[in-house]
Structure formats: C-alpha cells, structure tokens
C-alpha cells in the first residue's frame, strides 16, 4: 500500500528453532502461565479463551490429505460395546512433522470379530455390511494400510470373564492385529493424555474422505464441564464432558501418548526402534 510491501511472517513451532529442545520446552511450561504458554511456545492462540479442550481445533479445516504410501501408519483403537468402538487411521509427515489423518469409523453392539474384519479389509459373509464399510475395507486392501503399528487403550487388555480371553488378545490371535497398550497406568492419566494431545493438535491435517473429518468434530466439541459460578478449585483434573463423539477423542489421546514414548525413543522418526 503506497508503495509499501507488508512483510511477511513466517512462523515457527518451538522444536524448530536451534537450541530449543525438550528441557527448554519443560522450562517454559514450569516458568509461564499455562495460557500463556500454549500461545507462546505452542502457537494455541486461542488459549484462555473459553472451556473448549482443544481451541486450536477450531482453526483446522479438513482438505486434500490422502494415503501416501510408505509413511509411517498408525491405527488406534478405543475399544468397546455399548458405548462405540473407534477406530483411527492417521500416518506421520515425517519430514513436516505433521499429522495426517486419513481415516476413522466407529460402530456399536456389535461382536469383536465384526471390527477384526474391518481393519483387516475382510468382507465375512458372516456380517451384513453398508455401502460405507465395503468401501473403506476395499480402501484398507488396496493400500495395505492394515499393515501397521496398532496402538488401543489399556481396557482391550482386561480379560473377559465369558471368553477368558482380552478383546486385544481375541484380534492379535485370530486377525493378526497386535494391539500395544500403555503400561504405565500415569502415562494414562486424563490430564497426561490431554496435553500429549495439545501438543499435536497444531500438527494436524485431515482428509476429507474415509470418515477423517469425524476426528475433527471430535476435537472441536470436547469441552471441559462449565464450572458453578462461586466455586473454589479443588486441583483435581477434571474430564472432559463425555457424548456421542467422546471415543474419537478418547482413541487420538492414546495415540498422543504413544507418538511421546516414540519420539523420546526414537527422535520424530516415525518408526519403533523395538516391538
């Protein structure tokens, strides 16, 4: 304007500038206001603004981000019967260091073999299956994206007392899914899980096909109960409020937590350096 160019602005996540490593990200956290620091170190702009769980959600919009075959994939389950069982698939953009989330799918009442199937592309006459569902196994066949590393919450390893045997034990035996789990019962605590999942929600980039975009709304609507007016804090994390798209939300935090133990392996890699 007036013979004036704006400058541009180029921006930089934290573990992109030299020097800055996980220690001085830890610094941070424990110097700084935690609004603060989620505008400042991790570029949440819209940090202390209201109850939403993850804000930097409602700046993301799903777009053009298919399967590359090759890149690390990761599939992550939130396991259950009454309540839906989901399922996410999403990669690792190694060299932007980035998250892709390619696929998603939930369903309930419905027997642990129906889902074995599913992720394993495996159309059984012995289910009745939508339109939808043979197109995402025809998908899952023609990329070999069920060849990956399976990550699932601590639950699918409790034993069913009918079967004698876990729902994780049931898919690795008879459909080959070995399903890793988090041992560490703090690495799994509610608030753990949260700003694990903080930290790659900026990350993020959804494709607008496979069910993908249900991860979003996920993201988007999980909200933090709305405090009593008067109330005192009492310092215990409290959860998220819990509704239809909980379990999308519930089954990216354990990837959150898992990606960490990774990268403390590993560096941003993408790959285990061990089973």
């Known amino acids: 304007?007036?013979?004036?160019?704006?400058?541009?602005?180029?921006?930089?996540?934290?573990?992109?500038?030299?020097?800055?490593?996980?220690?001085?990200?830890?610094?941070?956290?424990?110097?700084?206001?935690?609004?603060?620091?989620?505008?400042?170190v991790e570029l949440n702009y819209l940090a202390g603004s209201g109850e939403w769980v993850y804000p930097m959600a409602q700046t993301i919009e799903v777009g053009h981000y298919p399967f590359v075959p090759g890149w690390p994939t990761r599939v992550i389950i939130d396991d259950g019967y009454d309540d839906d069982f989901a399922i996410i698939w999403l990669q690792k953009d190694?060299?932007?260091?980035?998250?892709?989330?390619v696929a998603a799918y939930a369903n309930s009442h419905k027997p642990l073999r129906f889902y074995g199937h599913l992720m394993t592309g495996q159309p059984s006459t012995e289910f009745r299956w939508t339109g939808?569902?043979?197109?995402?196994?025809?998908?899952?066949?023609?990329?070999?994206?069920?060849?990956?590393?399976?990550?699932?919450?601590?639950h699918g390893d409790n034993t069913d007392l009918s079967?004698?045997?876990?729902?994780?034990?049931?898919?690795?035996?008879?459909?080959?899914?070995?399903?890793?789990?988090?041992?560490?019962?703090?690495?799994?605590?509610?608030?753990?899980?949260?700003?694990?999942?903080a930290e790659l929600v900026p990350r993020l980039d959804i494709d607008e096909r496979h069910g993908a975009p249900l991860v979003l709304e996920a993201l988007r609507y999980a909200r933090f109960p709305r405090k009593r007016d008067g109330s005192q804090p009492t310092g215990e994390f409290k959860?998220?409020?819990?509704?239809?798209?909980?379990?999308?939300?519930?089954?990216?935090?354990?990837?959150?937590?898992?990606?960490?133990?990774?990268?403390?392996?590993?560096?941003?890699?993408?790959?285990?350096?061990?089973?």
């Open 1 to 40: 304007r007036d013979g004036y160019t704006s400058p541009r602005i180029f921006t930089f996540r934290w573990d992109q500038v030299p020097g800055r490593d996980m220690d001085w990200r830890q610094r941070m956290k424990e110097s700084m206001k935690e609004d603060e620091f989620q505008r400042e």
């Open 94 to 101: 190694v060299p932007h260091r980035r998250i892709r989330i």
């Open 132 to 154: 939808e569902e043979l197109q995402l196994m025809a998908w899952l066949r023609e990329y070999s994206v069920y060849n990956a590393v399976y990550y699932g919450d601590r």
């Open 163 to 197: 079967s004698g045997k876990s729902p994780f034990q049931v898919l690795a035996e008879e459909f080959g899914v070995v399903v890793i789990t988090t041992g560490d019962p703090n690495q799994n605590s509610l608030k753990h899980r949260r700003d694990a999942a």
């Open 239 to 275: 959860g998220p409020i819990h509704d239809s798209t909980s379990h999308f939300r519930s089954a990216f935090e354990y990837f959150a937590i898992n990606d960490r133990l990774e990268f403390a392996a590993t560096g941003y890699s993408g790959e285990r350096s061990g089973p």
